[in-house]
């Protein structure tokens, strides 16, 4: 089970920390991602780490706001958002990959357990 927090409401420029707390099964050594959803878009994308090496990877309008981090100790991944633009307003979700650790894949079919979402909402 896979619970996000750390949602909420933010002023353009601001910024917010996403966590993902994974619980009844380690998930230290598999691939996270953070994904989003806009109203009435696909889900997307946003930022993704591997279990083995560390490896990130970002969307391109992300890069240089948003850092991914995670703390296997604690079976938590995080997404520090910064710099915060209206066009960031959607719905977060942390899922996991169980059959990969070594890359980040970027599609959501690749990942196998998703939390229920928390809503970042960015006004301007």
């Known amino acids: 089970q896979l619970v996000e927090s750390g949602g909420g409401l933010v002023q353009t420029g601001g910024s917010l920390r996403l966590s993902c707390a994974a619980s009844?099964?380690?998930?230290?050594?598999?691939?996270m991602g953070w994904f989003r959803q806009a109203p009435g878009k696909e889900r997307e994308f946003v930022a993704g780490i591997s279990g083995i090496g560390r490896r990130t990877y970002y969307t391109d309008s992300v890069k240089g706001r948003f850092t991914i981090s995670r703390d296997n100790a604690k079976s938590t991944v995080f997404l520090q958002m910064n710099s915060l633009k209206p066009e960031d307003t959607a719905v977060y979700y942390c899922?996991?990959?169980?059959?990969?650790?070594?890359?980040?894949?970027?599609?959501?079919?690749?990942?196998?357990?998703w939390g229920q979402g928390t809503q970042v909402t960015v006004s301007s």
């Open positions: 899922a996991a990959d169980w059959f990969k650790r070594d890359a980040v894949r970027l599609g959501a079919s690749s990942y196998n357990y």
């Open positions: 009844g099964r380690t998930l230290s050594s598999n691939t």
